[in-house]
């Protein structure tokens, strides 16, 4: 298997005041002075990892890395009942990244998103096309309405007796609203209630990687409690108000990005994102590179791995254009 990244000691760190309460960390690592690039991190409310990311660590970037509202080193903590999710959106996020690109004096950047993160990414990029030089996204969720039903609906299919057990965490009817569900339990405020509530849809996330040749047990239901509250309580936010999206749009919106290069990971097996969703997206997209992992689901592979990097080495000789 490929080796991670080594974690270099961030050259630059702080929180950023991004109104409404809310304090985002953020820290800058890799080479002062290089080529910027932003790591968009997956979840929502999963926070950044703090290991390497794909060769941008010694690839000459100056890699900006930021804990989304909520979640990670930011605060307020939404495993905090008392933290208020309603200035927690996509418009939110999209602003606070605008504020801390401009904090850091950044002119234009390059957006890597995994996960949620390509969401958030296109749909940042959808609205500041100028302040973007290049995107790579990887293990892509294109957040219609449809995708989020396949994840918590219509994925039973393959694991039924698992789904069945989602269902009865929700409490709720086969037809019911499931997600409406578990967002009004993660705001009980009993921690035994959004404990259990975080443990079954935790569990459901686990079953859909579970498949995978890379997969691993307890991804997510390994978390520390903390971290489990914050990662359901922002995700049943989200996507039980269709990520604050209208349906459709970032596929929609994608002919925005005209002139932007743009690599686009996906693992053939992915039960999270539809390949089908992300070829529409790269159709959409004029030059955007769609490459396919045969081996390879949600999470990483050797080949899906390798695509990033090489994409990662391909745009660090990119000459910013103005």
Excluded at 70 to 84: L, Q, R, V
């Amino acid at each position: 298997m490929t080796q991670p990244d080594a974690a270099p000691t961030p050259y630059d760190e702080g929180m950023l005041d991004v109104g409404d309460g809310n304090q985002v960390y953020w820290q800058v690592r890799g080479t002062p002075g290089g080529k910027p690039a932003v790591v968009v991190h997956g979840g929502p409310g999963g926070g950044f990892a703090r290991g390497g990311y794909r060769g941008f660590d010694r690839a000459g970037y100056q890699l900006v890395l930021f804990d989304q509202r909520g979640c990670g080193d930011s605060i307020p903590n939404a495993s905090d009942p008392a933290t208020d999710m309603k200035s927690n959106t996509t418009r939110h996020l999209i602003a606070d990244m605008e504020r801390l690109r401009e904090h850091l004096g950044i002119d234009r950047w390059l957006l890597y998103g995994y996960s949620w993160g390509t969401a958030l990414s296109l749909a940042y990029a959808e609205q500041h096309p100028e302040r973007v030089s290049e995107i790579i996204l990887a293990a892509i969720f294109c957040c219609r309405r449809g995708d989020i039903d396949w994840m918590y609906r219509d994925a039973r299919r393959f694991y039924p007796e698992a789904w069945e057990r989602f269902l009865a965490g929700a409490g709720t009817s086969r037809d019911g609203d499931i997600l409406g569900a578990y967002a009004r339990l993660m705001e009980d405020p009993d921690l035994a209630v959004r404990e259990k509530a975080a443990d079954d849809w935790c569990a459901w996330e686990d079953m859909l990687l579970s498949h995978e040749p890379q997969g691993k047990s307890a991804v997510m239901s390994g978390l520390p409690l903390p971290e489990r509250l914050s990662f359901v309580r922002i995700c049943v936010h989200y996507f039980s108000h269709g990520a604050f999206l209208e349906d459709g749009a970032l596929i929609r919106d994608a002919g925005r990005l005209a002139g932007i290069p743009g690599v686009l990971v996906h693992g053939r097996m992915d039960l999270n994102g539809s390949v089908e969703a992300v070829w529409e997206l790269s159709r959409a997209w004029p030059g955007a590179e769609l490459l396919i992992a045969e081996d390879a689901g949600h999470l990483d592979s050797e080949t899906k791995v390798r695509y990033i990097r090489e994409a990662v080495s391909r745009f660090a000789s990119r000459q910013q254009m103005t």
